[in-house]
């Protein structure tokens, strides 16, 4: 008799129960729910099927669900079907679908099931269906499947078929064992270490300066590379804007309101005299003097304070004035230089203070920052007066105002700016500028943005300035600068070369410039500054060989010292083989599922119904 009277144990013909129950156990475990749409419309129950087995819509949209939650929770935004399409979702799950439905069809045609008492285990375990005595509660279990959409035999049935599976994955891609001779090669090529010199070649190792490009040179290198001078397609915008600093300067000064200001945060310009301290508690008054007569005695505050088993940082208290330090502070503030006091009774019990810096007391008088409050009581209220004056501005909008009526009408500033993302325009320092200009359209009715700092602004699209291959005067100085840096990188790499080939016929290596030691490092290791193909180089070379290597804006010379082959017995050695070996064995359990499934695919036959397959993905736009 099973523990769940409700489980029926047969083997179906053509079911459509392919749905991913180890998933949606999951989605249960975290609380995600179900889909919630179950009528895709026009009879649609299945997306496809392999032989005798249906891949329903019900189990394309849960899968494609909980595919989507996942990767919503990794880039942390809510991820659309658009998104989901161009990340590649919708394809990676109809394959897994139909490969477990290729799966689930080879287990029909060969009888492979689970008996009621197994399936019984995994629910009663599943800590989704415990109630609130932490044990299995039929209820609980009856009102989670309802709210997944599914019925008690569908999920029965579902999870007996995924156990089915996977006794069948096991059996397929169960056993390998990586050949020992493959692990010890790769352990061999990861492990193995490298030592080498590194000369840099500068423009100092030059023999003589570069000569200045002439006018003919410049224009050649400007007209065989017209991408690098030519401007991007633009929007050009002309804009209203009312900004607080535009504003702010028109507003009279409330002396009275100033004051009030300077009293509200007086904490920032009147600040008491202060001590920089530390504070070391001890358990007994005994113990705090005798710390004290060790420390008089030349033992360090720092070894007391290793003693108590703590660190400087742990009794940090910062800067402290006398209401801070309460029953201490007498004794700590009587220390006019840098010095240790106590034992002092505190709060905590008895401690050590060390007085690491005396703060004097500072007081900064209203007249010394009178202008800078005044800036922002300017700035808060021309944001108030700004916002006091959007409803105006939009009822201009409204009746069909142009932006050059604002200037006129609504005291607004017009300019024109030619905009692209990454263009330094001072207008676009603004974030919701940046945001409206990209999405701006040329029949766009103009509407008022708030701008972060309390300003407004409206625009108006003009036109699309289409890429333009800016004057060569006004670029000249780019391509002087393009082609001195051709030249260089040129005759560093010859230079280098030139090294490399006198190096290796015996001039010292170091006679050239400073020769940096590097390694041993792993095919991995990296060096900063340089190409990353200089590792990989080095582990082509031989021991003593010499090679020139360039790379963007790089050249030097390497010089390979030693090799150290890979460490075979040490424990580093055995994690290392450890991990290849399970690696090796998880790529060949992989191959021969695919290899199985893609076989048991092409022997059943595969259909997909394209209109299905839009329309459960139509509930998710």
Do not use: C
Request: charged share 25%.
């Amino acid at each position: 008799m099973s523990r769940l009277t409700s489980i029926e144990h047969h083997k179906p013909k053509k079911k459509g129960t392919q749905i991913v129950f180890w998933g949606l156990v999951g989605l249960m475990a975290v609380g995600l729910g179900g889909f919630g749409v179950t009528n895709f419309g026009g009879g649609l129950s299945t997306i496809g099927s392999v032989g005798d087995r249906d891949i329903t819509t019900g189990a394309y949209a849960r899968a494609l669900q909980q595919e989507m939650r996942a990767l919503g929770a990794q880039i942390d935004q809510q991820v659309t079907m658009e998104m989901a399409r161009a990340f590649g979702l919708d394809q990676q799950v109809r394959r897994r679908l139909v490969t477990e439905a290729a799966l689930a069809n080879e287990g029909d045609r060969i009888g492979l099931s689970v008996g009621d008492e197994r399936v019984a285990r995994e629910i009663t375990g599943t800590d989704a269906f415990h109630g609130p005595s932490g044990q299995f509660d039929r209820e609980t279990y009856r009102l989670v499947l309802r709210q997944n959409n599914l019925s008690e035999g569908e999920f029965e049935n579902g999870l007996r078929e995924d156990m089915s599976r996977s006794l069948l994955q096991g059996a397929v891609g169960g056993g390998f064992t990586a050949p020992a001779a493959m692990v010890d090669a790769l352990h061999a090529y990861i492990a193995e270490r490298r030592s080498f010199s590194l000369l840099r070649v500068t423009e100092a190792n030059l023999a003589q300066p570069l000569p200045a490009p002439t006018e003919e040179e410049l224009k050649a290198w400007y007209d065989a590379h017209p991408a690098d001078f030519t401007a991007p397609e633009t929007k050009r915008i002309t804009y209203a804007a009312l900004l607080p600093q535009d504003v702010a300067g028109t507003l009279p000064a409330d002396e009275d309101a100033l004051r009030r200001l300077y009293d509200e945060r007086r904490s920032e310009f009147v600040q008491p005299e202060r001590r920089l301290v530390e504070r070391l508690v001890f358990p007994t008054a005994e113990a705090a003097a005798d710390a004290k007569r060790s420390i008089d005695e030349g033992a360090s505050f720092e070894s007391i304070v290793a003693e108590r088993g703590l660190e400087l940082a742990d009794i940090d208290l910062g800067d402290a004035t006398r209401e801070q330090l309460g029953s201490a502070a007498d004794a700590v503030f009587a220390l006019t230089e840098p010095g240790i006091t106590g034992p002092v009774e505190t709060d905590l019990g008895p401690a050590l203070f060390r007085v690491n810096g005396v703060i004097a007391a500072q007081e900064t008088p209203f007249e010394d920052v009178r202008d800078d409050l005044l800036t922002e009581f300017q700035q808060d209220a021309a944001g108030r007066a700004i916002t006091s004056r959007r409803e105006q501005i939009d009822d201009l909008l409204a009746a069909g105002a142009t932006l050059e009526d604002l200037a006129s009408e609504a005291g607004m500033k017009i300019a024109t700016v030619d905009y692209a993302p990454g263009l330094d325009v001072e207008i676009a320092g603004y974030e919701a500028f940046r945001t409206a200009a990209d999405s701006l359209q040329k029949d766009d009715f103009p509407e008022t943005i708030q701008l972060n700092d309390g300003g407004l602004l409206a625009m108006r699209l003009d036109e699309v300035v289409p890429p333009q291959l800016k004057p060569f005067d006004e670029v000249r100085e780019q391509v002087a600068e393009a082609v001195r840096a051709d030249a260089m990188a040129k005759a560093l790499t010859a230079r280098a070369e030139e090294i490399a080939k006198a190096a290796g016929e015996g001039t010292d290596l170091g006679s050239f410039g400073p020769v940096e030691n590097l390694g041993p490092m792993t095919r991995d290791g990296f060096v900063e500054g340089v190409p990353p193909t200089l590792v990989q180089t080095a582990f082509e070379m031989e021991p003593d060989a010499l090679r020139s290597v360039a790379g963007d804006a790089f050249a030097g010379v390497l010089r390979l010292d030693s090799i150290e082959p890979a460490a075979t017995d040490d424990d580093a050695a055995k994690a290392l083989k450890a991990s290849l070996s399970a690696q090796i064995e998880q790529a060949l359990s992989q191959d021969a599922l695919a290899l199985y499934s893609n076989s048991l695919m092409q022997e059943a036959g595969i259909t997909l119904n394209d209109a299905a397959i839009s329309a459960v993905q139509a509930q998710f736009q």
